[in-house]
């Protein structure tokens, strides 16, 4: 369900992928243990928008397919000759509102193309993702260049495109055997235009062998953090998650565990999540007193949506008093656990800042983090 709306996904793999030259549809080939198929599937199936998730395939490729499925609720449709012919054949399953057509080959496809390709379905009942051209292109005909296109005005196709469902049934119908580079093409020629949705660069088709090794490519992203929380009498000294023993403790809405709060900041901030401030607003009673480590339970299965996980974790605690030589490894080891990564993966440094400032005069503690997340 969209936005109130039924919606389906078809994904077209009924292809060979010939000029991949895999010796097998290029979909289907495992690349760091994972197909692209499952990839270009794994990004719709995290949105939970589809009530209804069709995959074309071929009649060769049908056992194997149904084998990555696992227990997914996904229905598997024979497809044709063509794409055109194979999307036809999913169309007869569609039974919602609305429906986006997708290239099982495009596993770089976001959420964010996802989104928009489906608000621009809502407001004009159409969509094709696609992107401005970068050069200008021209016509050729045998060796000799016939006429300038220019670049302001030329796009260049990609998937999902969407439709409302009966429109773009109705399209395909009228189209008989006729073959059509894609489903904008189906729609223009029966049922009217087609408008334009976000495309990205990155959501390239794998089409050539070396396309198969985008497959292996991930992405690695950076955030920095930092938190300042003042030190008064009667409250605990919270720090990873820790409780070290001192005569004073950092005042906060929360716990004020100023050394997680900055490494919460640093992971929202490497995929451009906000902060702290937005998710845990200390406004908010529910976060009175607030087990800081829980919070960044949370922030972790936020980065786990966008397809991330913690890759390594720098952070200085600046603290004039107490000492935190001995507390170091503990602290390490907790925030490891919490973080699923091995201790080797966690630095902390503590300083203390030669008796100068705020810091100096044991008012307060600041911590500054950065956090280095990995694609999954
Ligand atoms: N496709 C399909 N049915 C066909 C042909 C293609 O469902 N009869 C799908 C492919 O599986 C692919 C998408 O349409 O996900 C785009 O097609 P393309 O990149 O051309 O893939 P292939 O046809 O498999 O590759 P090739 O043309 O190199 O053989
Ligand atoms: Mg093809």
Do not use: W
Not at 180 to 205: A, P, Q, R
Not at 323 to 340: F, R, S, Y
């Amino acid at each position: 369900m969209y936005k109130g709306r039924t919606t389906s996904l078809i994904i077209a793999a009924a292809g060979k992928g010939e000029r991949a030259k895999q010796n097998k549809n290029k979909l289907l080939v495992p690349v760091l243990g994972k197909t692209c198929l499952e990839r270009t599937l794994s990004v719709f199936c995290n949105t939970n928008f589809f009530d209804q998730i069709i995959i074309v395939c071929s009649k060769d490729d049908k056992k194997e397919i149904s084998a990555l499925l696992n227990d997914k609720d996904v229905t598997l449709v024979l497809g044709g000759d063509t794409r055109t012919q194979s999307v036809k054949n999913a169309l007869k399953k569609v039974d919602t509102e609305l429906v986006l057509i997708h290239d099982g080959a495009r596993p770089f496809v976001s959420k964010e193309i996802i989104t928009d390709c489906l608000d621009t379905t809502i407001k004009y009942g159409s969509a094709i993702t696609a992107i401005a051209s970068r050069d200008t292109m021209f016509e050729v005909k045998d060796g000799v260049v016939t006429d300038y296109l220019g670049k302001d005005k030329l796009y260049s196709v990609q998937t999902p495109q969407g439709f409302n469902s009966a429109n773009i049934k109705r399209a395909y119908a009228c189209a008989g055997e006729e073959t059509f580079n894609d489903d904008g093409e189906v729609y223009k020629k029966f049922i009217g235009d087609v408008y334009l949705s976000k495309g990205d660069e990155k959501n390239i088709k794998i089409t050539y062998p070396e396309d198969m090794l985008k497959l292996g490519n991930k992405e690695v992203k950076i955030g920095c953090g930092f938190d300042c929380h003042k030190l008064v009498e009667n409250r605990k000294l919270v720090l990873g998650g820790i409780e070290i023993e001192h005569t004073k403790g950092l005042l906060g809405h929360s716990d004020a565990d100023v050394l997680t709060h900055a490494i919460m900041d640093a992971i929202l901030s490497a995929l451009s999540l906000r902060d702290i401030g937005y998710h845990f607003p200390d406004a908010d009673q529910k976060y009175k007193d607030a087990d800081s480590i829980k919070l960044l339970e949370h922030v972790l299965t936020l980065i786990k949506e966008k397809g991330y996980k913690v890759g390594n974790i720098s952070a200085v605690i600046m603290a004039e008093k107490p000492k935190l030589k001995n507390h170091i490894p503990t602290i390490t080891q907790n925030l490891a656990n919490v973080l699923d990564v091995t201790v080797d993966c966690v630095g902390i440094t503590a300083t203390t800042l030669e008796g100068l400032g705020f810091v100096g005069r044991e008012e307060g503690i600041c911590v500054q983090a950065t956090a280095l997340l990995k694609e999954i």
